[in-house]
């Protein structure tokens, strides 16, 4: 449970909108800590290029009207390289004409040579300015120019100590540090509550969902803070009408199954009753409620055997037996099969095949499908009417009408044909022996094909089904 917990606050809005404040707030302060210590040092380091170099320029005049370069016993001269090297804790060396130390602070390389880069670069009039950060230290030659020649006769090569620079440069990088270390807890506690205050809104959304899933409310829920909770509220409570239609529906199912079922029950209790009440009963009145009874006990079993073809196609698992048929063929027998019921009623039955089609179907499924269209047709027709069936197809549809010159649906009972019961008029339709279970099967099956279904009908003129489905099976 606790990981499971702990995964969720990563993954969670929260934490995201914390990571972001946190990037928000370190890296500027990252940035600025760099620039400000970088910027002191190199102040700081171009600041000691300048003095020394000014010190020593005037050092070496000194220097060069003295004549030091041959002899180095002036006091005045080694006195002050004295107070220059122990203010910036460095080190002179000057060297001659042929390279050699004639003096060094530190007494210990005199005599030597020194022709390094640096002083052969300042031989020739490039002065240099080295900062050695690792070793703390910056190295400059000053050349010593002779005033009439103009020609360098010697080099002076200071190296000063930079270890206050960098021991402030330390100071400034720790002091960053403790800010930036304030600034990342003073980000993550502002982060966690900012973050907290953005994300309510959506609690509350979960909130009232669950109040409502667990039956403490009953409205639509409302939560207009921002404008997607707005929307998410929008589309839950267009879902939570959407679950509410198909509850009525399905208690309006089952109380209609139940009372269905009920009626020839309760006809074959009163017509059982009324024999079992009588005493001598003739053994024609017997036959005569015995046929009522087998006619009450068919219509029971017609009902039974619809709702389970409906239930069969509700399923979504339920698989189609798809195989090619010619649905030519597939017409002419549903039309055969019902020729007689047509002519006990004096209808005239016709169908017209603009041409052949062969389609992928469950031939089962959709032969009830059209036949309860066709036995419609039939029997909500006048004597003497017709029922027409036509078949055509394009390259991917094929497209079955069935027509009748019959009595029509009014119009407010149109949208409602397809609902499972419904008939427009009921003691009619039962007089007929219907269940109103037909069209819904038929509904079904074409749905279940990928196909659509569309009804025209004008009252006491006719009625039309379009269908369309197909040719090809879509899975
Ligand atoms: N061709 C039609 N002409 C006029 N009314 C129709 C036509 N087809 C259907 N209806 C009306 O729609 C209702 C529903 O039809 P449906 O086929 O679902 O049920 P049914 O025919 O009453 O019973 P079942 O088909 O289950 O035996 C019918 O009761 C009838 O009132
Ligand atoms: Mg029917």
Same mark, same amino acid.
């Given at each position: 449970? %606790?990981?499971?917990?702990?995964? &969720?606050?990563?993954? &969670?809005?929260?934490?995201?909108?914390?990571?972001?404040?946190?990037?928000?707030?370190?890296?500027?302060?990252?940035?600025?800590?760099?620039?400000?210590?970088?910027?002191?040092?190199?102040? =700081?380091?171009?600041?000691?290029?300048?003095?020394? %170099?000014?010190?020593?320029?005037?050092?070496?005049?000194?220097?060069?009207?003295?004549?030091?370069?041959?002899?180095?016993?002036?006091?005045?001269?080694?006195?002050?390289? =004295?107070?220059?090297?122990?203010?910036?804790?460095?080190?002179?060396?000057?060297?001659? %004409?042929?390279?050699?130390?004639?003096?060094?602070?530190?007494?210990?390389?005199?005599?030597?040579?020194?022709?390094?880069?640096?002083?052969?670069?300042?031989?020739?009039?490039?002065?240099?300015?080295?900062?050695?950060?690792?070793?703390?230290?910056?190295?400059?030659?000053? =050349?010593?120019?002779?005033?009439?020649?103009?020609? *360098?006769?010697?080099?002076?090569?200071?190296?000063?100590?930079?270890?206050?620079?960098?021991?402030?440069?330390?100071?400034?990088?720790?002091? $960053?540090?403790?800010?930036?270390? *304030?600034?990342?807890?003073?980000?993550?506690?502002? $982060?966690?509550?900012?973050?907290?205050?953005?994300?309510?809104?959506?609690?509350?959304?979960?909130?009232?969902?669950? +109040?409502?899933?667990? $039956?403490?409310?009953?409205?639509?829920?409302?939560?207009?803070?921002?404008?997607?909770?707005?929307?998410?509220?929008?589309?839950?409570?267009?879902?939570?009408?959407?679950?509410?239609?198909?509850?009525?529906?399905?208690?309006?199912?089952?109380?209609?199954?139940?009372?269905?079922?009920?009626?020839?029950?309760?006809?074959?209790?009163?017509?059982?009753?009324?024999?079992?009440?009588?005493?001598?009963?003739?053994?024609?009145?017997?036959?005569?409620?015995?046929?009522?009874?087998?006619? +009450?006990?068919?219509?029971?079993?017609?009902?039974?055997?619809?709702?389970?073809?409906?239930?069969?196609?509700?399923?979504?698992? &339920?698989?189609?037996?798809?195989?090619?048929?010619?649905?030519?063929?597939?017409?002419?027998?549903?039309?055969?099969?019902?020729?007689?019921? *047509?002519?006990?009623?004096?209808?005239?039955?016709?169908?017209?095949?603009?041409?052949?089609?062969?389609?992928?179907?469950?031939?089962?499924?959709?032969?009830?499908?059209?036949?309860?269209?066709?036995?419609?047709?039939?029997?909500?027709?006048?004597?003497? $009417?017709?029922?027409?069936?036509?078949?055509?197809?394009?390259?991917?549809?094929?497209?079955?009408?069935? =027509?009748?010159?019959?009595?029509?649906?009014?119009?407010?009972?149109?949208?409602?044909?397809?609902?499972?019961?419904?008939?427009?008029?009921?003691?009619?339709?039962?007089?007929?022996?219907?269940?109103?279970?037909?069209?819904?099967?038929?509904?079904?099956?074409?749905?279940?094909?990928?196909?659509?279904?569309?009804?025209?009908?004008?009252?006491?003129?006719?009625?039309?089904?379009?269908?369309?489905?197909?040719?090809?099976?879509?899975?």
């Amino acid at each position: 449970m %606790r990981v499971k917990l702990r995964k &969720s606050f990563f993954k &969670s809005l929260r934490f995201r909108i914390m990571i972001i404040l946190f990037i928000i707030g370190i890296i500027p302060c990252l940035i600025v800590k760099n620039v400000i210590v970088s910027s002191y040092e190199n102040r =700081a380091v171009s600041l000691r290029y300048y003095n020394v %170099r000014n010190q020593c320029d005037i050092l070496g005049n000194q220097l060069m009207k003295e004549n030091y370069l041959e002899n180095q016993d002036s006091e005045v001269i080694n006195g002050e390289m =004295a107070i220059l090297t122990s203010v910036y804790n460095g080190r002179i060396l000057i060297i001659n %004409r042929n390279g050699k130390i004639v003096k060094d602070t530190y007494d210990i390389d005199e005599g030597k040579y020194a022709l390094s880069k640096e002083v052969i670069e300042c031989f020739d009039g490039i002065p240099a300015n080295n900062y050695d950060r690792k070793n703390s230290y910056i190295e400059q030659t000053i =050349a010593l120019t002779d005033k009439e020649t103009g020609q *360098a006769d010697g080099v002076m090569l200071v190296s000063t100590s930079t270890g206050e620079i960098a021991d402030s440069v330390d100071m400034l990088e720790t002091r $960053g540090n403790l800010l930036m270390a *304030a600034v990342c807890i003073l980000v993550i506690v502002l $982060g966690y509550v900012i973050s907290g205050i953005l994300v309510k809104p959506f609690s509350k959304v979960s909130k009232a969902i669950e +109040e409502l899933t667990d $039956g403490y409310l009953n409205e639509e829920i409302s939560i207009s803070d921002y404008t997607e909770t707005e929307l998410i509220c929008n589309v839950f409570n267009k879902m939570l009408g959407r679950m509410k239609t198909l509850d009525d529906s399905r208690q309006e199912f089952v109380s209609n199954v139940s009372h269905e079922l009920k009626t020839p029950m309760t006809s074959i209790k009163v017509l059982a009753d009324s024999l079992n009440g009588q005493e001598n009963v003739p053994v024609e009145l017997y036959k005569e409620f015995m046929e009522d009874i087998v006619v +009450e006990i068919d219509r029971e079993n017609k009902i039974i055997t619809d709702l389970l073809a409906l239930v069969k196609m509700d399923k979504k698992a &339920s698989n189609l037996n798809i195989e090619k048929v010619s649905i030519n063929d597939l017409l002419e027998s549903i039309l055969k099969r019902l020729k007689p019921i *047509a002519d006990k009623k004096g209808v005239e039955l016709v169908l017209e095949s603009y041409r052949p089609v062969v389609a992928e179907i469950d031939e089962v499924k959709l032969s009830l499908a059209l036949s309860n269209l066709v036995e419609n047709g039939i029997k909500y027709n006048v004597e003497d $009417g017709w029922v027409h069936v036509t078949l055509n197809a394009d390259h991917k549809y094929f497209y079955v009408t069935v =027509a009748d010159s019959g009595i029509g649906i009014p119009e407010e009972s149109i949208d409602r044909i397809f609902e499972r019961f419904y008939r427009v008029d009921k003691s009619h339709s039962r007089e007929i022996g219907g269940t109103g279970l037909g069209l819904a099967i038929t509904r079904n099956a074409i749905v279940m094909h990928r196909g659509a279904i569309k009804v025209r009908s004008e009252e006491h003129k006719g009625t039309t089904f379009s269908v369309r489905i197909p040719l090809n099976y879509i899975a």
